[in-house]
Structures are given as structure tokens and as C-alpha cells.
């Protein structure tokens, strides 16, 4: 259904209530998500960002709800990726006179996507278009969170439409903060932030000085996917800034994978040396947990401590998926430490010693290693493993 943000401003996205994996490397959506996209209707007419291709039909006819799409001037693609970018074609073909607006970087990757000869324009931060009344202003966004990212402002309305940027996976009834759930909604807008955003924690609070300093007045923040900020829209803002400084709380997060208890064992033994510290903590089999979830619960913590059992020289498959994201995404203020047991070879604890050492992560204390089960004096070490990472904390 659409919906009128402001005067002659409509949003004319769709809600995606079924998915529950994005992007190629699966980032679970628990709470489906959507695909906003805004209509602009002025003296002349622009349309901010597509939806993803498998959505075209439902898009075009809440487009047409409100204009002919031939009548569309502009187009504005913030984005190059395909849930924003990917019914740009079908558009495209209705809106025969319309001129494509990117940035340079989204010339070429749009370009690159679609081999289409449209009528481009690339614009830099500052470039306006005037819509007749009021003008829309670009900004560009490089890395957040591709090179190719950038921001629409309209003016007279008041309205950022910064595509990713302060957006969540979340699928709702209603299409503004304040008409749903706030646990649900900051849940979600971490969890985009911690798993996409994060290795770009300083571009974030640099673009954010970067904007503000503009003095632009902002009613209305509105991202591609999920709810629209209108409710003091500037919480998201100071929130972000909050996230990207990446301070984190004094939480430990254990991770392990498990071939006979052994390892699982120890993780417990671990978290009672935490809890005999008084510090909160979680554990996450990692053969069980959801990859995107666990890497939401890292970003909060202080302490990472990993276990694995040794197979074949190395760890468990489950453990590798999450310390490749540590290192991707960069988080800073950690500490770490690692654990496991073995049979014949004991390589376990050393590698992920090592690759804590690849992710800028200090090893806060001693790794424990234990032979077959643990012995009560390995659970010992396990527990005074535990009590070590508070003290360091
Ligand atoms: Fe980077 Fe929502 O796509």
C-alpha cells in the first residue's frame, strides 16, 4: 500500500514478509525486510531507488497508483546492488525520457550490471536537480556501504534518503518508527549495522560529521530497507555514532563446536569462571547458531573466546566461518581467547591464537588445551580461563 511520507512525496517500495537469507554470503533475515523506494511528485517528477526484480509488478502498480511512470523525469539509483537496483530496467522501459542519476561509481557498476545505454547522469556531493519547486541534493557515500553509495536530500521537505544507511532488515505492518515495535526495530538496526556496516566504522562517523556540518534541517530519514525514521529522526543518527566509535560492553561472547562434549565442556567451565566474575556472557555452538546473530552478540562484547576440538590438523568447519568475519569486518576493542580439546594432534588452540592475531584481536590470556575429555584439572584451567578474561576486561 502506498503511503505519503509528506506533501507529494510517497513511498512506493514493497514489503518483503518471506526472506530469511540476503546477499551471496547469507545474512539471515528473521524478520523478513523491504525494499522502500520514493516517489517524488513536483513540477517534475524522480523516483529514488527500484526494488528487487522478483517485486517489479507489485512496485510498478503502486507507481501507478499515483503517476503514469512515463511521466517520470528522474530517476535516482542511490545503489547499485540488485534489491535496489534490479526492476531499474522495467522502469527504464516505462520511463522512456528519463535521465538515470548516480554517481560515478554507480555509472560504472550499473553499467556493469545491466549493459543498458540509458541516459545517465553522474553526479558529485553538492550537485543539485531542481525539481521544479523543490531540489533534490547529492551526497556521495563511498563504502557505506559499497563504493558506488550515496545519499538523496530533498529540500523544502526536509527528507535524507540515504538507501542502506540507517536501514534494517524488518518487515512490519506500518512504515514509520513510531508505529512499531522499538526492541524489534533496534534489534534489527544493530544487527544490519554490526554485519554490514562495521568495517566501516570510521567512514560512518566521518560521513556523519560530513553531513551535519551541512546544517541541512532533517524531518525525515528515510533508508531502503525497513522502517522510516520520522519520530525524532535523528536517534538513528546519534545511534550510529555510537556503534561506529564501537565501545563495547563488558560481555563476553563463547563460541565453540563440539565432536564428543569435550569441547563443550570446557566452554561451560569457562562461563562459570565469567559468571564468578559477575561478567554477563553468552555461548553459542556454532554448528547451531545463526552465523549473523552470533556476529551481532560480538560486536557488543569485549571478549571473544573461541573453541575447537582439533580435526584434521585444524578446527571444526563451523569455527571458520565466524573467524573469517572477524576478520573481515575489523572489529576493534576486543579481546580474545581460545580453547579446545584433542585426540592425537592438538593444533586447535594455536590457530586460533594466530588468526586472533590476523583480526588486530590481543590474546587476553593463555589458551587452554585439553587431551581426550577434560580432566577436572583442565575444567579448573577452563574456569580459571574464565576469570582471567574478566580481570582483563
Ligand atoms: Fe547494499 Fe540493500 O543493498
Known amino acids: 500500500m502506498v503511503v505519503e511520507l509528506k506533501k507529494g512525496v510517497y513511498w512506493v517500495g514493497v514489503v518483503d514478509w518471506g526472506i530469511r537469507h540476503f546477499h551471496g554470503y547469507e545474512l539471515s533475515t528473521h524478520r523478513g525486510t523491504t525494499y522502500n523506494a520514493y516517489l517524488i511528485v513536483d513540477r517534475k517528477t524522480a523516483l529514488v531507488d527500484t526494488v528487487w526484480g522478483p517485486f517489479q509488478r507489485d512496485f510498478v502498480e503502486n507507481i501507478r497508483q499515483i503517476i503514469d511512470p512515463s511521466k517520470i523525469d528522474f530517476v535516482i539509483a542511490n ?29 560504472e557498476s550499473i553499467e556493469g550490471h545491466y549493459h543498458q545505454g540509458w541516459s545517465f547522469k553522474a553526479v558529485q556531493t553538492g550537485d543539485k536537480v531542481s525539481l521544479g519547486g523543490n531540489e533534490l541534493v547529492f551526497v556521495e557515500a563511498p563504502m557505506l556501504h559499497w563504493p558506488d553509495s550515496m545519499f538523496t536530500y530533498l529540500t523544502g521537505q526536509n527528507i535524507l534518503m540515504p538507501n542502506d544507511a540507517f536501514g534494517q532488515h524488518y518487515a512490519a505492518a506500518f512504515r514509520f518508527n513510531d508505529q512499531v515495535n522499538e526492541k524489534e526495530l533496534y534489534e534489527e538496526a544493530m544487527k544490519y549495522y554490526a554485519n554490514i556496516l562495521t568495517p566501516f566504522s570510521h567512514l560512518v562517523t566521518k560521513k556523519i560529521e560530513e553531513v551535519l556540518s551541512l546544517k541541512l534541517p532533517v524531518d525525515i530519514i528515510a533508508p531502503s530497507h525497513g522502517v522510516i525514521w520520522r519520530r525524532d529522526p535523528l536517534q538513528i543518527v546519534k545511534k550510529y555514532q555510537q556503534w561506529a566509535a564501537q565501545t563495547p560492553e563488558k560481555k563476553a561472547v563463547v563460541l565453540y563446536d563440539t565432536m564428543w562434549q569435550a569441547t563443550r565442556r570446557m566452554a561451560e567451565a569457562i562461563a562459570d569462571g565469567l559468571a564468578a566474575e559477575g561478567i554477563e556472557h553468552k555461548l553459542f555452538h556454532t554448528a547451531l547458531a545463526d552465523r549473523n546473530d552470533v556476529i551481532t552478540e560480538i560486536f557488543q562484547a569485549r571478549a571473544i573466546v573461541v573453541g575447537s576440538p582439533t580435526l584434521n590438523r585444524g578446527l571444526l568447519p563451523t569455527i571458520t566461518p565466524i573467524l573469517e568475519d572477524l576478520k573481515g569486518l575489523r572489529f576493534q576493542n576486543k579481546i580474545g581467547a581460545a580453547f579446545g580439546s584433542y585426540g592425537w594432534s592438538g593444533e586447535s588452540v594455536k590457530i586460533i591464537e594466530e588468526h586472533f ?37
Open 357 to 393: 592475531g590476523k583480526c588486530g584481536i590481543p590474546v587476553a590470556a593463555e589458551g587452554v588445551l585439553a587431551k581426550w575429555q577434560p580432566s577436572a584439572d583442565d575444567l579448573a584451567n577452563c574456569k580459571g580461563l574464565g576469570r582471567k578474561i574478566a580481570e582483563a576486561m
Open 79 to 107: 545503489h547499485a546492488e540488485p534489491d535496489h537496483s534490479g526492476s531499474l530496467p522495467e522502469i527504464m522501459r516505462l520511463a522512456k525520457n528519463a535521465t538515470l542519476i548516480v554517481s560515478n561509481r554507480g555509472r
